[in-house]
């Protein structure tokens, strides 16, 4: 990333696969250190949970709807 010389790349792991990662970057040299790193994993768990809970909402919502249309065009 030019003129961001910190950046940390964390995968987002939704049932033990991954699906995505996060990246955040900033202009100051060494800018995450261990505790920063700590609460960036946290977060993209938090993440991670929240775009699957999203991914099997919009599944079901799916299903709905064309269960929804072979009732109604039978």
């Known amino acids: 990333m030019t003129g961001l010389p910190s950046a940390a790349y964390l995968p987002l792991i939704a049932k ?3 699906i995505g990662s996060l990246i955040v970057a900033s202009r100051n040299r060494s800018a995450y250190g261990q505790t920063q790193i700590a609460l960036l994993e946290q977060i993209s768990a ?3 949970i ?3 809970n999203s991914r ?3 599944e079901v919502e799916e299903k709905a709807r064309i269960d929804n249309y072979l009732q109604a065009n039978p």
Request: no cysteine.
């Open 16 to 18: 033990g696969k991954a």
């Open 50 to 52: 929240h775009i699957e």
């Open 46 to 48: 938090q993440v991670a």
């Open 56 to 58: 099997i909402h919009a």
